[in-house]
């Protein structure tokens, strides 16, 4: 087939042609894809919780609601646990911005009393192999059942009791970071009465 | 060239990484273990094959002046496709790949396939050469990972082999390159014999 002339009229017509079928292509698949992006992000929260609290019979994605921070300059989401009408626990997801690259977001499941029940990263960006290893359980275990009330959240080389992970002590210092101001807004009136 | 030759020759003889040297942005970014590397690798290859097809169905239509912005927007469009699909129903590794899905559409693999092949070829044997090119990148981005992944983890496919730390080096950009450059004296070697 003979290629078209690029004339000015062919050529606009065949670039407009082009971009309406293209934009109504990505408009189907867009309308297709919503309710199952927002399904598996939505999933991914509720495990995220499940991970952290003890067992509960209400949705804590629905109860959300936010504390502000110790410094009052932002926000963080809390997830409350509720089993047969008692608070058995707190989901709070928080983050530090002090990571080695971006932010570092955690998911901190806490007793009602503040102890940590257990911890799970949720987003970073930190270096493969390096502070990508604090999602191993080696490094996560130290914190659980720790309440920071007594547990002091630095890293050891700062005077604190946390091991920092081998060649990623910024991240280590990050995660205690977040940790501890989910549990600094958390005593300072985010409980959940 | 026969249909074969068109699907086979970007396995080893036209490989797109080790030989046309295309693509290296996410070769060497997401290639750190073998389940990223061939998650983009078919991802790419999706692209590639639907990308060719398209192309050389329209070429007809297509002024010489205006071809590359309208195979870029067909690129474009193929590339969302699949980023909106994987995040909709393969949620872990489109995390994993995060930006380098829509950096598909500036992989020059794909529109250097559309100028220099689809765009003079029928639409089987572009949908074959995009496909054999595509599992050639698979190819070399599975390979680079299985690699990396094994040196710098110990593990395979996400499977620890032995509970220890590996050179962290391969893990890192470094690494990459010196893997890759491994990989492409071997098939230099290779095609010398061949």
Known sequence: MAKKESTLFNMVFSLVVVAILSSSVLGYVYEITKEPIAEALKAKKAKAIREVVAEFDNNPVEDMYKIPTVDATDSLEIYPAIMGGTNVGNAIRTYSPNGYSGNVWLMVGFMPDGTINKISVLEHKETPGLGSKMNDDKFKNQFLGKNPADFNLKVKKDGGQVDALSGATITSRAFGQAVQQAYDSYMKGGKHE | ?194
Do not use: W
Request: hydrophobic share 55%.
């Open chain 2, 1 to 194: 060239m026969n249909n074969v030759q068109t699907i086979t020759k970007g396995f080893i003889k036209e490989n797109p990484v080790f030989v046309l040297l295309l693509g290296m942005c996410p070769t060497l970014g997401v290639s750190s273990s073998a389940i990223n590397g061939l998650g983009m690798g078919l991802a790419t290859t999706f692209v590639l094959l639907m990308s060719n097809m398209v192309i050389s169905l329209v070429k007809g239509f297509i002024p010489d002046k205006v071809r590359i912005p309208a195979y870029i927007v067909i690129i474009a469009s193929f590339v969302t496709v699949v980023d909106l699909v994987m995040a909709a129903f393969a949620q872990e590794v489109h995390e994993q790949l995060g930006i380098f899905i829509p950096l598909i559409v500036v992989n020059c693999i794909v529109l250097g396939r559309a100028e220099a092949f689809a765009s003079k070829n029928n639409v089987v044997s572009s949908a074959l050469d995009g496909l054999g090119m595509g599992l050639g990148f698979s190819f070399a981005l599975t390979m680079l990972g299985i690699i990396r992944e094994l040196l710098g983890n110990l593990s395979f496919f996400g499977i620890k082999l032995v509970e220890a730390d590996g050179i962290l080096l391969f893990i890192l950009p470094p690494g990459a390159f010196i893997a890759l450059g491994f990989l492409i004296a071997f098939v230099n070697r290779i095609k010398k014999t061949a």
